[in-house]
C-alpha cells in the first residue's frame, strides 16, 4: 500500500492543492449547472478550479525553484508551500465563490505559516487552521448570509475542533461536517429549495475537504455515498474515483499513472463538450435524494444583500467588478465602506498589502474608482450578467477586426508539432515538458484565433479539466467552442487532417471528433526510476512502450520497444501509421519503423514528423 501524509508538511500541501484541482475539474460541470444563487450564472465550478489551478502553480512553482536550486536546499518548508498556496488562490480568485475559497486557503496558511521554523503540523494545527479559515472567511464578506459555503465552512471548523487525533481523523470530521452541512443549505436559503439543489459553493468546498482526506488518508470519502448527500448526481466530481498517488511521490512516467486519473471513456474522443440548454440539465439528488432538476424552471429572486448577492435580472447590480488591490490596510477599511454602499455581495480578501476586491454594482465605473482612492488596482475584470464581458483596461478606439467565422486551437507537445499545426491554419499553444499550460493560456489562445467558432483541442488526457474550464470561459465570452478531448498529439493530427472551415460548424466538430476517437495512441520513453507498471517492475532506464496511455512493453531500447508497440497497435488493423520523434531519436529509427511496417503490413501507410522537444521520445498513431 502506497504511503500517505501522516503530518501537514510542504509535500502534503502540494499533495492537496493537486488532488483538490482534479476534483474540482470532475465537479465543475455539475456544479456550474446547480449555480443558482446569488447570480444564475452557472460559474461557480468553473471559478474554483480556476482559483484551485492558480493556488496549485504557485506551490509548484516554489517546488520547483528549490528542485533547480533556485532556493534553500532540501525542499520547501511547510510556510513556504501554505504561502505560495494563499498567494496563487489569491491572485487567481475569480468570482464570489473563488474569492472566499482564497480567504479560507489564506486562513489557513496564517496558522501553518505562524512557525516559519516548522517542517510539519499535526492534528491540532490542521483543527486551528480549519477554525481560521472560516472565521476569516466570513469577516471577509460584507453581510453573510446562513445556507452559502460560509455556513459549510464553520460546519467544517466545528466538526474538526471536535475530534481529537491525527491530520487523517481531523480532515475526515471536517469533510462529514461540511457534507451535513452541505445537505442542510436548502432549508436555510429559499432560492435553493426552490431550485431543489444544494449550494454550489458550499458543494465545491467539499470537493476540496474530500481532497484534504485523501492527502492523509489515501482513501476518497465520496467513493462511499457521499455523491448523495451532497447533491452530486451519479458519477460525477468524485464517486468511485481511483485513488490518488502516493503523497509525494513524483511520477516516472507522464501519463502512465492508471491511479490518478478517472477512468477513460470506451472511445478516447468520443463526444465533443457542449454547452447544455435547460432541457439539458443533469438531474440532480435533492438531499433527501429525490430527483430534482438542476436549475430552476423559473427565476428564482434570490435574497438581496448576501455574501453573493443578489441575481441581476431580478432587481439585482448589473455588474460584476473584481480587481487587485495593492492597499494599507487603514485604506481598505474605508473602500469597504464604500463598496458596501455601492452594491452588494462584497467581498474583500488578502492582507499584507495585496488584496482580491469582488463586489455586484450597478455603477462599475464607480467601484473602480473606489480602488483607485484607495491604492493601485489592477487586474480589473468587469462583468455584465448576461451580457459577457467588458474589460476596462481600454486600448485606444479602433474599429475592430472583423472575427473569422471558424478556427482550430491545439495544444501541442513540441516547436516542430506546433510549426505543423501552424501551417494547417491552427493557432498553437505549446506545452514544455513538465510544463501544461494553464487555463488562462488557453483562453488567451482562443481569443487569439479571433473567430466566433473555435474547436479545441488538448491533445492531453491530463489536460481535459483544464480545456473544459477555458472553454466554459470563452463561453462566456461570446465564443462558441466546441471540446474535442484529445488525449494525443497524433489524435490532434488526425482531428485537423479533417477539418473544413466550410462545413457547419456540428459537422466540422463531428468529423474531427470521428477522426480523433478512430486514431490509437502510444508513445516510447524512458523510466525516471525504478516503478511498478501494468506491464511489470521497470528499472531507471528501461525503454518503456505506452499504448492508450497504460504501459504496455518494458524494452531495452528505442527501436524494439517502438517495434513491439507497432505490433499490438497494428493486430487490430490499421491504414495509418503516424511516428512523431523528440529531438534525441535519430532518423535511423524512423527508417527502421517505415521499413517494418512496409514488411509486415500491407497496404498500410508511414507520416514521419519531426516533434522537437516533445517529452516522449516518440509518438505514435495508428488510424
Same mark, same amino acid.
Given at each position: ?37 446569488p447570480?444564475a450564472?452557472?460559474d461557480?465550478?468553473t471559478?474554483l ?8 502553480? !504557485? #506551490?509548484? &512553482?516554489?517546488f520547483a525553484?528549490?528542485? *533547480? +536550486?533556485g532556493?534553500?536546499? =532540501? ?5 513556504? @508551500? ?5 498567494h ?14 482564497a480567504?479560507?486557503?489564506r486562513?489557513?496558511a496564517?496558522?501553518l505559516?505562524a ?39 464553520s ?16 480532515a ?33 468546498l467539499? !470537493? #476540496?475537504? &474530500? ?5 492523509? *488518508? +489515501?482513501?476518497?470519502?465520496? =467513493? ?5 448527500a @451532497?447533491g ?22 507522464p ?26 440539465s ?16 423559473a ?28 492597499a ?28 482580491? #476586491? ?5 455603477d ?8 483607485v482612492e ?12 448576461g ?11 479602433r ?34 515538458p ?23 483541442l488538448?491533445?492531453?488526457?491530463e ?6 474550464a ?10 462558441r467552442?466546441?471540446?474535442i ?28 471528433t ?16 525504478r ?6 517492475i ?13 504501459v ?11 517495434r ?18 523528440g ?28 516533434g522537437?522537444?516533445q ?9
Amino acid at each position: 500500500m502506497a504511503q500517505v501524509a501522516q503530518t501537514f508538511d510542504a509535500p502534503a500541501v502540494r499533495t492537496w492543492c493537486g488532488l483538490a484541482l482534479r476534483a474540482l475539474g470532475r465537479a465543475r460541470e455539475e456544479i456550474d449547472a446547480i449555480n443558482v444563487y446569488p447570480v444564475a450564472d452557472g460559474d461557480t465550478g468553473t471559478n474554483l478550479y480556476l482559483t484551485a489551478e492558480s493556488a496549485a502553480a !504557485a #506551490v509548484e &512553482a516554489v517546488f520547483a525553484g528549490h528542485e *533547480t +536550486g533556485g532556493a534553500a536546499p =532540501g525542499g520547501p518548508s511547510l510556510a513556504e @508551500a501554505a504561502r505560495a498556496m494563499a498567494h496563487g488562490a489569491l491572485i487567481g480568485a475569480r468570482g464570489n465563490s473563488g474569492t472566499i475559497l482564497a480567504q479560507l486557503l489564506r486562513g489557513m496558511a496564517e496558522v501553518l505559516a505562524a512557525d516559519g521554523a516548522s517542517a510539519r503540523t499535526d492534528g491540532h494545527g490542521l483543527r486551528l487552521a480549519l477554525r481560521r479559515a472560516a472565521d476569516s472567511a466570513r469577516q471577509a464578506v460584507a453581510h453573510p448570509v446562513e445556507g452559502t459555503v460560509l455556513s459549510v465552512a464553520s460546519a467544517a471548523a466545528d466538526a474538526a475542533t471536535g475530534t481529537e487525533g491525527d491530520c487523517g481523523a481531523v480532515a475526515r470530521a471536517a469533510y462529514e461536517g461540511a457534507r451535513t452541512a452541505l445537505a442542510a443549505t436548502p432549508g436555510q436559503l429559499a432560492v435553493l429549495e426552490r431550485a431543489g439543489v444544494v449550494d454550489a459553493g458550499g458543494r465545491g468546498l467539499v !470537493a #476540496v475537504l &474530500a481532497a484534504l482526506v485523501e492527502t492523509f *488518508t +489515501g482513501e476518497t470519502p465520496a =467513493g462511499r455515498g457521499a455523491a448523495r448527500a @451532497a447533491g452530486q448526481h451519479p458519477g460525477a466530481g468524485g464517486a468511485g474515483q481511483a485513488p490518488a498517488r502516493a503523497h509525494g511521490d513524483r511520477p516516472a512516467v507522464p501519463h502512465a499513472r492508471a491511479t490518478e486519473t478517472a477512468p477513460a471513456p470506451s472511445s478516447p474522443a468520443s463526444a465533443p463538450s457542449v454547452t447544455p440548454g435547460p432541457s439539458d440539465s443533469p438531474a440532480l439528488p435533492d438531499p433527501s435524494g429525490r430527483p430534482v432538476s438542476a436549475v430552476p424552471s423559473a427565476p428564482c429572486p434570490p435574497p438581496a444583500g448576501g455574501p453573493t448577492g443578489s441575481a441581476s435580472g431580478s432587481g439585482g447590480p448589473a455588474f460584476e467588478v473584481i480587481y487587485l488591490l495593492e492597499a494599507e490596510d487603514c485604506a481598505v477599511a474605508r473602500l469597504r465602506q464604500r463598496l458596501d454602499a455601492l452594491g452588494d455581495s462584497l467581498v474583500v480578501v488578502g492582507g499584507d498589502g495585496l488584496w482580491n #476586491v469582488h463586489v455586484h454594482v450597478d455603477d462599475a465605473g464607480a467601484a473602480v474608482e473606489a480602488g483607485v482612492e484607495a491604492g493601485r488596482p489592477h487586474r480589473i475584470r468587469i462583468t455584465h450578467f448576461g451580457a459577457g464581458d467588458v474589460h476596462t483596461a481600454g486600448a485606444a478606439e479602433r474599429p475592430p477586426r472583423e472575427p473569422a467565422q471558424r478556427a482550430v486551437v491545439a495544444v501541442v507537445p513540441g516547436e516542430g508539432l506546433a510549426a505543423l499545426c501552424t501551417e494547417a491554419g491552427a493557432t498553437t499553444v505549446l506545452a514544455r515538458p513538465g510544463e501544461p499550460p494553464a487555463s488562462g493560456e488557453l483562453v488567451e489562445a482562443l481569443r487569439r484565433a479571433h473567430a466566433r467558432e473555435v474547436v479545441l483541442l488538448p491533445n492531453d488526457a491530463e489536460l481535459r479539466d483544464t480545456a473544459a474550464a477555458a472553454a466554459e470561459q470563452a463561453r462566456g465570452e461570446g465564443i462558441r467552442v466546441a471540446l474535442i478531448p484529445t488525449r494525443s498529439a497524433v489524435q490532434g493530427i488526425a482531428a485537423l487532417a479533417v477539418h473544413e472551415p466550410g462545413r457547419r460548424f456540428d459537422e466540422d466538430v463531428v468529423a474531427m471528433t470521428s477522426a480523433a476517437g478512430a486514431t490509437r495512441h502510444a508513445e516510447v520513453t524512458v523510466a525516471e526510476h525504478r516503478s511498478w507498471t501494468s506491464a511489470g517492475i521497470c528499472q531507471a532506464g528501461d525503454v518503456l512502450g505506452l499504448v492508450d496511455g497504460d504501459v504496455a512493453v518494458i524494452g531495452p531500447d528505442v527501436t524494439a520497444t517502438a517495434r513491439t508497440v507497432l505490433d499490438r497497435m497494428l493486430a487490430a488493423g490499421g491504414e495509418l501509421v503516424t511516428l512523431v520523434l523528440g529531438d534525441e531519436v535519430p532518423d535511423t529509427v524512423a527508417d527502421h519503423l517505415e521499413a517494418h511496417v512496409r514488411e509486415t503490413c500491407l497496404a498500410v501507410d508511414t507520416v514521419v514528423y519531426r516533434g522537437g522537444r516533445q517529452g516522449a521520445l516518440l509518438l505514435v498513431g495508428v488510424e
